[in-house]
């Protein structure tokens, strides 16, 4: 079986989905692994690298995948550096199904068998497989360290001889994966934080991290985990219910750092414009949301735009500003997925049904996902 790693091409992805961590661990299962030269310069991964663990260096994309039964990626490749890939070969990377319906119509037609890492159901035996939050972590300590950075005022309450400089006060909306990390990464930093979330069991969890919580409590929110954990989309009751909570709260804080999804939706409106201009000027506001369409009014993608003297930061691909670590975790989801599903005889993974069924997103020439097709 030959495994394929190709040069991510789109603009701002650092990232490589192999390493040569995860080279060394392939070739021990018995597979070929091929890597596309300069596939690793941006996170620090040298050819000679790969190389050294036994993969093979291919000048170009066709190169790679010449033979190629499996193809892995960060994002989905172009399908149309795949025109050489056999029918039945996998792909397999963070597709973005919703975001990328056309591309995933495309690996269809191929005959190609998409899989879809961010449809990993969150079952236990899958966790070490999940790269939603392998890099989701990774992007919520990143974004507190771009607010900090970009803030004009300390963290940490100092008390110098000059005089007393207070700390920072951080709010964080959405307390799942990124959240916690933001939140204790802030913490850490010495800010005074707090945080909200619509699922009532995250309350415990910010309270053990040494975070406010911040919770509507005359409507219902989200009570347990909810389904696999996710949020749902809250009432209008629940959602003006927020909405006063949270303008009453912000203009108190320093820094905002929103986080909060909805699988196969936009993302949530959690801050207006009207709520942007009641805080402090020098506030910084992070939304790691934005390429979901947003928690915040006026964020742009890949920008850091300022409204009423508040920045907005609006880097899209959070985890491609840590390319190396970024690029181990995911290539360790992409290995633990593989060696989990590897068939000794056959040389190659073979999938279960519960994982198959949850990922792959193209089979026999059609979109076979009931998410896509629902
Ligand atoms: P996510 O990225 O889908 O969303 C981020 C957070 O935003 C969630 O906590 C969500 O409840 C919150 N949110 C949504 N709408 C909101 C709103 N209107 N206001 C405020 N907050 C809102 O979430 P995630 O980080 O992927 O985690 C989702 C769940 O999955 C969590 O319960 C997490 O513990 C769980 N999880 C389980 C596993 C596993 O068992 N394998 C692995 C990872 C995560």
Request: charged residues 15%; proline residues 5%; aromatic residues 6%.
């Amino acid at each position: 079986l030959v495994i394929a790693a190709l040069r991510e091409r789109a603009p701002g992805e650092t990232r490589v989905a192999v390493t040569p961590e995860t080279v060394r661990k392939l070739v021990g299962l018995g597979a070929a692994v091929a890597v596309e030269s300069g596939a690793g310069t941006t996170a620090g991964i040298a050819d000679a690298d790969y190389q050294a663990v036994g993969a093979r260096i291919a000048p170009d994309a066709s190169a790679a995948l010449a033979g190629a039964g499996i193809v892995l990626g960060i994002q989905g490749p172009d399908p149309a550096l795949l025109a050489g890939v056999a029918p039945g070969a996998w792909v397999v990377a963070g597709l973005d199904p919703f975001g990328q319906r056309p591309r995933v119509e495309a690996y269809a037609a191929a005959g190609l068998e998409a899989l879809a890492m961010e449809f990993m159901p969150r079952i236990t035996r899958a966790q070490s497989m999940d790269i939603l939050s392998s890099q989701a972590n990774l992007a919520g300590y990143k974004a507190v360290l771009v607010a900090a950075n970009l803030y004009g005022r300390a963290f940490p309450m100092m008390m110098t001889a000059a005089g007393t400089v207070s700390a920072a006060k951080a709010f964080v909306m959405g307390v799942g994966v990124a959240g916690l990390q933001a939140i204790a990464t802030a913490r850490r930093l010495g800010a005074q934080v707090s945080a909200t979330d619509v699922r009532s069991a995250t309350k415990e969890q910010i309270l053990s991290l040494g975070a406010k919580p911040i919770f509507v409590e005359s409507v219902a929110g989200i009570e347990g985990e909810g389904s696999g954990g996710y949020a749902t989309e809250m009432s209008p009751e629940y959602q003006k219910a927020q909405a006063e909570l949270v303008s009453s709260h912000i203009a108190k804080q320093d820094i905002v750092i929103t986080t909060a999804l909805i699988p196969g939706r936009a993302a949530p409106r959690l801050i207006t414009d009207t709520q942007i201009a009641t805080m402090r000027p020098g506030s910084v506001i992070y939304d790691l949301a934005v390429a979901q369409g947003g928690n915040v009014e006026g964020s742009v993608a890949d920008q850091v735009v300022e409204r009423h003297g508040v920045k907005i930061v609006g880097y899209s691909n959070t985890p491609a500003h840590l390319p190396a670590d970024a690029s181990a975790l995911f290539a360790r989801n992409l290995f633990n997925f593989l060696s989990a599903f590897w068939d000794k005889e056959q040389g190659r993974p073979v999938l279960d049904e519960e994982i198959g069924t949850a990922i792959r997103l193209t089979q026999g020439g059609k979109i076979v996902n009931q998410r896509l097709l629902g």
